[in-house]
């Protein structure tokens, strides 16, 4: 289970190492190739986060660990599909309305896996408040048209934040052995 939380912490420490290159320098290969790695090891780390707190019968956490672990996995190769489309990300989506079906799915995952956080109570509140409005403004930005940067920040303490809790979920698990 150790390993899990691990695939997640190196996950995410990827997605806000490609955001903050993405502020300082907009997209380029290292964005891609990093949030690439992010998508493969991400949802392996969310389903860590749900295996962490099994003991709390959650089968909210698991429906929504499942559909985020599957959306991710869905989604590893397709940063490097845009990069290698020429496209920028607006005109790929429009050109290949599959990956909306992806986003949809992982939208769905991440809402019910954290609301499923605020139930389980095993980790802080404040991380399943993160978690929630984290993958709501992410999903807004593009669909509202608001600036990229909001995105940008708020994946940088996204990813902070899952971080934190499998660094908390394995303190947790060290503890108990």
Known sequence: MKYLLYAGILGF?????????EIINGYNSTVYYLTSGYHLLAG???WGLYKVQL???NKLGKIGAVITLIA????TYFPITVMNSG?????FIDA????KIFGGFWFLG?????ISLTKTE???????????????IFTATPLLAWPTILANCTNIVFSLTVIYMCVFGLNKLNNNH
């Open 13 to 21: 420490s990827f997605w806000m190492i490609s955001e903050i290159i």
């Open 55 to 57: 003991n709390n019968k």
């Open 96 to 99: 290949n309305p599959i990956y």
């Open 87 to 91: 496209l920028n990300l607006s005109e």
């Open 72 to 75: 991710y996995l869905s989604l």
């Open 110 to 114: 991440m809402i019910l896996f954290g």
């Open 44 to 46: 392996i780390g969310i």
């Open 122 to 136: 095993y980790f802080p509140l404040w991380t399943a408040i993160v978690f929630i409005i984290g993958t709501i």
